[in-house]
């Protein structure tokens, strides 16, 4: 059984109104972390690499929303993707939401964890690992895994657009309800962890501050 996906037209506008604001925020927030970290080693950390990691990948997902579904208003665009809609634009206006989605979380888990390892045990083995990780091994770790969280995602390619005017992209319910399975799951875990983490986080602190102000 087939279900339609399309999202209200009002949440276009406020997308594209929050974008006005956000993209080129994040943009400026990019372009500075990129300069710090050429001209300063304080900014070559672990940490700040995640978190320029962080900034694209939220970009890449801000951009691509706006190209694969509010660009679908304009004639244009919609007439092309439309008429190459097997060419996994369908698919991907789809695959997106939840490809953008494991990327966000699985970066909030190591941002997370990465400083409860710094601040609660800055001198464990586990610890030295990670700070003294090189950029491209971070790069890699942040980007396979959720793309490893995504394959099944990625590999489905049965939807389609039901007409030229509507762009009203049909999912099979089969799909859309182990997608949203499987988005539960990783936000749950995203949310434990980055719970227990922060919580044992501030514990640490506390008590580290209550004994030195003894």
Known sequence: MNSTFE????????????????IPLYSVIL?????????????????YSLLQQHCIADLASMIG??????????????????ENQEYYIAAATYNII???LYIRCTGIVFLSLQRYLVITSPHSQITLKVQTA???????????TPILLSIVVLTDTSFYF????EMTLIVDRAITQRNTLMALIVVSIT?????VAYGALFSFVRKNTVRLSK
């Open 7 to 22: 999202p209200p037209t009002w949440g276009f506008k406020v997308y594209y109104g929050m974008s006005i604001v956000t």
């Open 31 to 47: 372009i500075c972390l990129l300069r710090l970290r050429y001209v300063s080693k304080t900014y070559k950390t672990t940490f």
């Open 65 to 82: 929303y706006i190209a694969l579904t509010p660009a679908r208003e304009i004639p244009v665009i919609r007439q092309f993707y439309f």
């Open 98 to 100: 939840y490809v953008s």
């Open 134 to 144: 090189s950029n491209w091994k971070i790069i890699v770790v942040y980007w396979i």
């Open 162 to 165: 039901n007409n030229v005017t």
């Open 191 to 195: 949310c434990i962890v980055s719970s």
